[in-house]
């Protein structure tokens, strides 16, 4: 278990100072958080491989930690260690197919039996994904050396081979892949994470037009929220994807939205533009035949 990762998710400081003890001297790596913002921050920057998490915690407009764990697409097991038991709690968990639903207290032993149970399921739900990806390891290994030989790039010769299996949306020298996460800028593959390819994918769909916060983040995570709490979700990927990509790629509506363009057609003077100003700028192109009307 010394490789395995654990989240702790309880607004009692207490309990999580005796949960961190209990499971370090365990061997577990941990790290912890008091609300659901830190929690889903900590989920946004690394895998974990269970979350052991409190119910009915501070949100601060987030949405429920339970379901959006779940839509993770590396979900890791969950387990409710909570002092709050509710009707409502337990339905909550139960949607979210939670690995384990525990009361405080709890006994220490009862506790890690549950723990161990949830990491043994994953771990077994995981293997035949752990076999494909090493076999994909090794056929990329082989590739790179017969690139070597050859002189040929091994790397974009498999993203072009599955190409056309897969299917690529294209925006100018951008592409994007539909059913994996490649993203290729000038034949460069770019270290996108998963929700910076849906956020692509989903602007790319749009073909040129604005896409409201709203509706990515219901396409990317699955739930609905106000235009105003969606951008403040969306801000830091938007921001990330700006420094993996070329200037002028991604552009905000001020207060609306993104819309991804290419900008040697659209030669956009700004990464940022009010809804006004973007209206205008489609309509003197639209008029020189670079930028298609509705």
Request: charged share 25%.
């Given at each position: 278990?010394?490789?395995?990762?654990?989240?702790?998710?309880?607004?009692?400081v207490r309990a999580r100072?005796?949960?961190?003890?209990?499971?370090?001297?365990?061997?577990?790596?941990?790290?912890?958080?008091?609300?659901?913002?830190a929690a889903r921050a900590?989920?946004?920057?690394?895998?974990?491989?269970?979350?052991?998490?409190?119910?009915?915690?501070?949100?601060?407009?987030?949405?429920?930690?339970?379901?959006?764990?779940?839509?993770?697409?590396?979900?890791?097991?969950?387990?409710?260690?909570?002092?709050?038991?509710?009707?409502?709690?337990?339905?909550?968990?139960?949607?979210?197919?939670?690995?384990?639903?525990?009361?405080?207290?709890?006994?220490?032993?009862?506790?890690?039996?549950?723990?161990?149970?949830?990491?043994?399921?994953?771990?077994?739900?995981?293997?035949?994904?752990?076999?494909?990806?090493?076999?994909?390891?090794?056929?990329?290994?082989?590739?790179?050396?017969?690139?070597?030989?050859?002189?040929?790039?091994?790397?974009?010769?498999?993203?072009?081979?599955?190409?056309?299996?897969?299917?690529?949306?294209?925006?100018?020298?951008?592409?994007?892949?539909?059913?994996?996460?490649?993203?290729?800028?000038?034949?460069?593959?770019?270290?996108?994470?998963?929700?910076?390819?849906?956020?692509?994918?989903?602007?790319?769909?749009?073909?040129?037009?604005?896409?409201?916060?709203?509706?990515?983040?219901?396409?990317?995570?699955?739930?609905?929220?106000?235009?105003?709490?969606?951008?403040?979700?969306?801000?830091?990927?938007?921001?990330?994807?700006?420094?993996?990509?070329?200037?002028?790629?991604?552009?905000?509506?001020?207060?609306?939205?993104?819309?991804?363009?290419?900008?040697?057609?659209?030669?956009?003077?700004?990464?940022?533009?009010?809804?006004?100003?973007?209206?205008?700028?489609?309509?003197?192109?639209?008029?020189?035949?670079?930028?298609?009307?509705?």
């Amino acid at each position: 278990m010394g490789n395995m990762r654990l989240l702790i998710v309880d607004d009692d400081v207490r309990a999580r100072s005796a949960l961190v003890i209990l499971l370090c001297g365990r061997g577990y790596h941990v790290s912890t958080a008091e609300d659901t913002a830190a929690a889903r921050a900590l989920l946004e920057q690394a895998e974990f491989d269970l979350v052991l998490t409190e119910v009915q915690l501070p949100a601060a407009n987030e949405p429920a930690l339970l379901s959006m764990i779940a839509r993770l697409p590396d979900r890791p097991a969950i387990v409710v260690l909570t002092g709050r038991p509710s009707l409502d709690s337990a339905i909550e968990a139960i949607n979210a197919r939670v690995d384990g639903y525990l009361i405080k207290p709890c006994e220490p032993q009862a506790l890690i039996n549950c723990l161990e149970a949830a990491l043994d399921r994953r771990s077994s739900e995981r293997r035949p994904l752990a076999i494909l990806r090493d076999v994909r390891a090794q056929l990329s290994t082989l590739s790179s050396q017969i690139g070597a030989v050859t002189g040929q790039s091994s790397q974009l010769k498999l993203v072009e081979d599955r190409e056309p299996e897969e299917g690529v949306l294209r925006i100018g020298a951008l592409q994007i892949g539909l059913n994996r996460r490649a993203v290729m800028i000038d034949h460069t593959l770019l270290p996108v994470t998963p929700i910076e390819h849906k956020l692509l994918r989903c602007l790319a769909e749009a073909d040129g037009q604005i896409c409201n916060y709203s509706v990515l983040v219901e396409h990317i995570h699955g739930y609905h929220t106000s235009n105003e709490e969606a951008a403040a979700l969306l801000k830091s990927h938007a921001r990330n994807l700006r420094r993996k990509l070329p200037p002028g790629y991604l552009v905000t509506v001020r207060d609306t939205g993104y819309v991804l363009v290419d900008p040697k057609n659209q030669q956009l003077v700004s990464e940022e533009l009010s809804p006004q100003h973007f209206l205008e700028l489609g309509a003197v192109m639209a008029s020189h035949g670079n930028l298609a009307s509705d």
